[in-house]
């Protein structure tokens, strides 16, 4: 990277980067780049930015929509994404609770219910067969439009807001004082 210290932006979507991110990184998710991207990278030309994801797959895809509609800006991929970066030693914001990320919360819930409805037509009535077809339609519009209802639903649950906290080990300096105001 850039010995100039480079504006990090994380594109993993949003339960991804209030459990762990970077400090100070700008949030902007792969499936809204395209559109909250242009304006903020137009106020970084000049300056050098990375993008981050969890692995670098997706901040790939991110540089590679970037190049379509923004130029003068430097973009670099952090190739490894943030496990790359944690396994380097660096410092990240966590939350205090781990849970399984929504996608997978979304995937369970769906493919359980499929399931369900699978056996119940199978065994109970052939009605049920519809409860596997809502889903599976669910899953097509997800897909295709980019809005998953079961993903909200299921964002705005308890077990689901985040709690972030830092740990007495990372040193979060104060811009105002210059010290560790964590430890």
Known sequence: ?????????????????????????????????????????????GQPVVLMCRSGKRAGLAAQQ?????????????????????????????????HLPILRQVQLIAG???????????????????????????LVVAGATGFCGMAELLARMPWNKAQPALSKEMCVVSPASGRCDNQ
């Not at 993993?12 to 559109?35: N, Q, V």
């Open 1 to 45: 990277m850039n010995p100039v210290n480079p504006v990090i932006i994380d594109v993993r979507e949003k339960d991804e980067f209030e459990a762990e991110h970077i400090e100070s990184s700008i949030h902007i998710p792969l499936s809204a780049f395209g559109k909250q991207a242009p304006a903020i990278l137009k106020t970084l030309r």
């Open 112 to 138: 359980g219910i499929v399931l369900l409805g699978a056996l119940l037509g199978y065994f109970v009535s052939l009605n049920f067969i519809l409860l596997s077809a809502f889903v599976g339609g669910g």
């Open 66 to 98: 970037a190049e379509a509609f923004c130029e003068g800006v430097r973009i670099e991929v952090f190739k490894g994404g943030i496990l790359e970066w944690k396994s380097q030693g660096n410092p990240t914001v966590a939350t205090q609770k781990v």
